[in-house]
């Protein structure tokens, strides 16, 4: 017989039970202050900075890029008209599946989803104007990422930067594209060894930028929770320090251009408790396991974004609420970038008047509402702190947990993440659709019938996937064709090999070789991918 | 006695989209309603999807577009599945799919259009009233 009078335990996403009341004893039961620390200082846990946001804001870099490259320059002028301090670039699916515009499988996906780019013309065009000292580029490619870089390296050294001084990012997560989102290319091995050269390439070449944003978002949106998501980012860039180490490089050679790109919605505690525990988890890990000495090697830099999945369909207006809190949560949460969803996004890539909304939603926490003014206001909060020291031992026995089952690569080729994430995502789609997870809009303050505004459609317009055919074709014609087949044919020797492709793949790009020419040679060297389907 | 088999669904991804999530939890959803699932996995064609379906002799054609070119999809699928003698199959639809379009896709064919945050429920209920 249960007893009624007992209250249901309240348990957060992660699988903490919440309690009612805080006091200093929880904070010492878990762990106490010791891993807490002063901003700035090992562990890190309240920020990588000594004065955070009171020397520099957030960077806000909104998820942009549609049509061709003339379309999506206009865009990014207009959001730095508007203040935005960075860019973040969509790319089209065949871009970033490694496909040239004119491939049969890209019909009617040109532009569709992102901008299109074919070769390093895309990128001059996409970036005229914009000063790059000023406003870092961050570019969202995974599996196209090797390409990507090398246009953007090549792009700004023809613009006269100085390739050591370049600051910038590209996401160049491919584990976390075999667990969601989709863009892998190649199998998970030679994957892998892509993002070493492209770590490995930058370390010696381009030391101020960052070839790589490990994604725990996508693991999020595809159904982790929160604790999980960290975990596995985690133990994803374990698995690409450990490839580059396993060239010779030293991890302080590198590290400090890791960076981590993180999902924010659900509970506002546990979101702040997964930061803070998560820079004094990451920091431990470089130190003591991979004994990194730079305390640059040890900061866990990351944007940290209003994720889709918080979103809904419902009542789209309400979106822009939940996107405010999300902000606020970023803030408090110490992240070095910011980027919302937009309010329409569940239906379409952002309207302009949408994104302006995101942007200023960020302005407002800096203008308005003091959150730069004060590093880490949450320390000292008893159920803060309770809660940062549980969701550190929890991140770390999932941590320790995978690599006790083979690992995380070992566990992604099998499809083993895949199916336990997806299990939890059918559990939490069986949790709203019973009302036991509340969703607003969605399954509760809900009128029966209720028929929600759709939000203005971006029009797809067949007009600018035809001109950037043209521009491909007349690019065609007048690059130098022999060079091409030359640099090609270069970084094919280069991959078989198993040399950095980067040098050769610098080379190609230059040639203005397309992004399919050289997903092609690379393909032949290393295979394509089969997807295990596993429920 | 009736000794016939589960109902068979081929569900696809189409084209280059890599979001998998909404697929993923249908298929369990038709799973746990009994149905016989076959699941692509993403970066289907036209051509691969009605192979798939025509070799699994499938009673339901199912897709899942997430990132906007489904219209393209569909008009190509639609005379493929004809020729692989699955025309008189039930074929349905879900994810992204604005309301524009609807009827769109119902008049190629697709009797089942699902926009997204449609109830799992509603799912298994139209197949099961629809199936042929």
């Known amino acids: 017989m249960s007893d009624s009078s007992k209250p249901k335990p309240v348990v957060n996403e992660s699988g903490i039970e919440v309690q009612a009341v805080y006091g200093p004893a929880d904070v010492e039961r878990t762990g106490g202050y010791s891993l807490i620390g002063q901003p700035g200082e090992y562990p890190f846990t309240r ?209 400090g251009r890791l960076s981590f790109n993180f999902n924010i919605f659900g509970n506002i505690f546990e979101q702040v408790a997964k930061f803070r525990a998560g820079r004094g988890l990451w920091a431990s890990i470089m130190r003591d396991e991979y ?3 730079k305390p640059g090697s040890m900061w866990m830099r990351m944007i940290a974004g209003g994720g889709g999945s918080g979103l809904t369909l419902e ?80 991140i770390g026995a999932i941590i320790a947990e995978t690599d006790a089952n083979g690992g995380i690569v070992q566990q992604i080729a099998s499809g083993e993440i895949q199916a336990r994430i997806s299990a939890q995502a059918y559990r939490m789609v069986r949790a709203k659709e019973s009302g036991e997870f509340r969703k607003i809009g969605v399954n509760c303050y809900r009128q029966e019938g209720e028929q929600y505004a759709e939000v203005e459609l971006h029009p797809y317009r067949e007009a600018d ?17 022999p060079r091409v087949s030359r640099t090609l044919a270069a970084l094919k020797t280069a991959a078989v090999r198993g040399e950095n492709v980067m040098p050769a793949m610098l080379d190609a790009v230059k040639a203005y070789a397309t992004v399919g020419e050289i997903t092609r040679e690379l393909a032949q060297a290393f295979g394509r991918y089969q997807e295990p389907v596993r429920f | 006695m009736n000794q016939k088999r589960p109902i068979r669904i081929v569900l696809g991804k189409p084209g280059l989209d890599g979001h998998d999530h909404g697929a993923k939890v249908v298929a369990r959803a038709l799973m746990d309603a009994g149905f016989e699932v076959i699941y692509t996995g993403l970066r289907q064609t036209p051509t691969s999807i009605a192979k798939i379906a025509r070799d699994n002799d ?55 259009v699902f926009p997204s945050s449609s109830r799992l429920a509603d799912i298994v209920a139209f197949i099961e009233a629809n199936v042929p």
Not at chain 1, 223 to 237: K, N, R, S, T, V
Not at chain 1, 465 to 481: I, P, Y
Not at chain 2, 69 to 87: T, Y
């Open chain 1, 465 to 481: 996937a035809q001109a950037q055919l043209t521009n491909l074709n007349a690019v065609r014609a007048r690059r130098d064709a």
């Open chain 2, 58 to 112: 499938a009673d339901v054609v199912a897709l899942s577009s997430m990132a906007g070119s489904h219209l393209e999809f569909c008009r190509k699928l639609k005379p493929m599945l004809e020729q692989s003698g699955l025309g008189n199959r039930l074929w349905i639809i879900g994810g992204n799919l604005p309301r524009t379009d609807h009827a769109n896709l119902r008049a190629l064919g697709f009797k089942g």
């Open chain 1, 315 to 394: 009542q789209p207006e309400v979106n822009i609420v939940r996107g405010a809190y999300y902000a606020l949560i970023s803030a408090l949460s110490g992240a070095q970038t910011m980027a919302l969803c937009c309010y329409d996004e569940a239906y379409t890539i952002p309207s302009e008047y949408a994104q302006r909304i995101s942007l200023r939603t960020m302005q407002l926490l800096v203008e308005e509402m003091g959150l730069t003014e004060t590093v880490d206001p949450l320390a000292g909060s008893w159920y803060v702190e309770t809660l940062t020291n549980q969701m550190r031992d929890r």
């Open chain 1, 47 to 255: 920020g990588i900075h000594p004065l955070m946001y009171r020397k520099q804001p957030w960077t806000m870099r909104q998820y942009t890029g549609f049509g061709n490259a003339a379309d999506t320059n206009r865009r990014f002028r207009y959001l730095i008209d508007n203040g935005q301090t960075g860019l973040n670039v969509a790319f089209d699916l065949p871009t970033q599946c490694g496909l040239d515009s004119d491939d049969s499988a890209a019909e009617g996906e040109v532009g569709r989803v992102g901008m299109a780019v074919d070769t390093l013309h895309d990128f001059e065009v996409a970036f005229a104007g914009i000063d790059l000292d000023k406003i870092t580029v961050s570019l969202t490619i995974n599996g196209a990422a090797p390409q990507l870089i090398a246009m953007y390296l090549a792009m700004a050294e023809g613009r006269g930067y100085d390739i050591k001084k370049l600051r910038g990012t590209a996401q160049n997560d491919i584990l976390k594209e075999f667990i969601g989102r989709g863009t892998w290319i190649y199998p998970v091995k030679p994957s892998i060894r892509l993002v070493g050269d492209t770590i490995e390439y930058c370390a010696h070449h381009a030391p101020k930028y960052s070839p790589v944003s490990v994604c725990g978002y996508h693991i999020r949106e595809s159904g982790a929770d929160p604790a999980q998501e960290m975990a596995y980012a985690f133990c994803i860039a374990r698995a690409y320090a450990d490839e580059v180490i396993r060239r010779g490089l030293s991890i302080d050679e590198f590290a």
């Open chain 1, 291 to 293: 004994h990194a000495t």
